[in-house]
Every structure is written in C-alpha cells, then in structure tokens.
C-alpha cells in the first residue's frame, strides 16, 4: 500500500510545481504605473532635457559639469522642481518603457517641429 501511495503523489508533484511557479511569478510582477506627472508636463520637461544634453555635446570636463548643473537648476526652476522630484520622475519613467516610448515619440516629434523652418507668407 505505501508503494502506491508513494507513486500516486509523485504524480502530482510536477502539477504542484507548476503551480508555485505560476503564483511566484505573479506575486513578482508588479502593476507599471505611468509618471506621476502630467504627460505633457512631462514631455515639455524633456524636451528642455534633451535640448540642455545637445547644448553640452561640444563641451568637456569640470567645464561640461558645471553647465550641467547650471542647465539642470535652471530647467528644475522652469518646471517648479527639484532635483529630487526631477529623479523620481526619471526613475518612473524607466520603470515603465511603454510610458517612456509613448512619452519619447512625443519629445521627438516637438523637437523635430522646433527644428523645422518656419514658412513664410
């Protein structure tokens, strides 16, 4: 008798596992949220972002660093930030890459606009 209850509950050990895996995977993954900023809050503070970045290509060093600063102060201000906040959002940006690729189509499409000529009449 114990030989066959011994065989019949090894049966179910992979079914067991399966399940474990199953409710381990899901109590890993966690719900994204997007930013906790406004979209487009955020897409007009990235814009600034990538602008100060295309600003500091041609600049090196301790040199580079301070404009770094001075650039990430000044767009902190435009936006009533600081830089904690201007992390955060940062952070939660990364967290959630279909937020950041929707929000990055955005930023492109109005520094490319910015890029554009303006027509004349």
Do not use: W
């Not at 399966?18 to 890993?28: E, H, V």
């Not at 966690?30 to 970045?53: F, N, R, Y």
């Amino acid at each position: 008798m114990t030989h066959f209850l011994k065989r019949s509950s090894l049966r179910a050990v992979p079914g067991i596992l399966l399940l474990l895996l199953l409710f381990a995977g899901m109590a890993c993954t966690k719900k994204q949220a997007g930013p906790s900023m406004p979209k487009e809050k955020l897409v007009k503070l990235l814009v600034d972002m990538h602008l100060a970045e295309a600003a500091l290509q041609n600049v090196f060093g301790a040199t580079k660093d301070s404009l770094t600063e001075v650039y990430y102060a000044d767009i902190c201000t435009i936006h009533k930030l600081n830089r904690g906040q201007l992390d955060e959002v940062m952070e939660e940006l990364r967290q959630n890459p279909l937020a950041m690729s929707e929000t990055y189509r955005e930023v492109i499409k109005r520094i490319d606009n910015r890029n554009q000529p303006e027509e004349k009449d």
